[in-house]
């Protein structure tokens, strides 16, 4: 019981990521039917990052600017999120589902819209 009072957050810390990296390989799966059922990518990252380099299809909404730009985001269809790493995307989910987005996904990092 002791080793688990000294390594609980080491415990947590592991269990989520691997919970980031389980829900984006989720959604990876689920990317080609949310793409026929008109899914919009948005790419939360900087406008910087996005310029070096993003996947095709996305657009740049940077987190920042999330909650000014929804207008930009069609409520129709789901919403894909990423950045580079998982952690502002799943920002921005939140901030979706709570302006009202019913299907929204976090994909994680960028590069995983790429399949």
Not at 22 to 50: C, H, I, Y
Not at 91 to 98: D, G, P, Q
Request: proline share 5%; net charge positive; with cysteine.
């Amino acid at each position: 019981m002791d080793a688990l009072k000294n390594y609980w957050p080491m415990l947590a810390l592991a269990l989520w990521l691997g919970y980031k990296w389980w829900n984006a390989r989720r959604v990876m799966r689920l990317l080609p039917q949310l793409k026929q059922e008109g899914a919009t990518l948005v790419d939360v990252r900087s406008a910087s990052e996005f310029a070096s380099g993003n996947a095709p299809g996305t657009i740049n909404i940077p987190l920042h600017e999330l909650g000014s730009r929804l207008a930009e985001v069609p409520r129709t269809g789901p919403v894909v999120v990423g950045c580079a790493s998982g952690s502002r995307s799943g920002m921005a989910k939140l901030v979706l589902k709570k302006n009202g987005y019913a299907k929204v996904h976090n994909i994680g990092a960028w590069r995983n819209f790429m399949g």
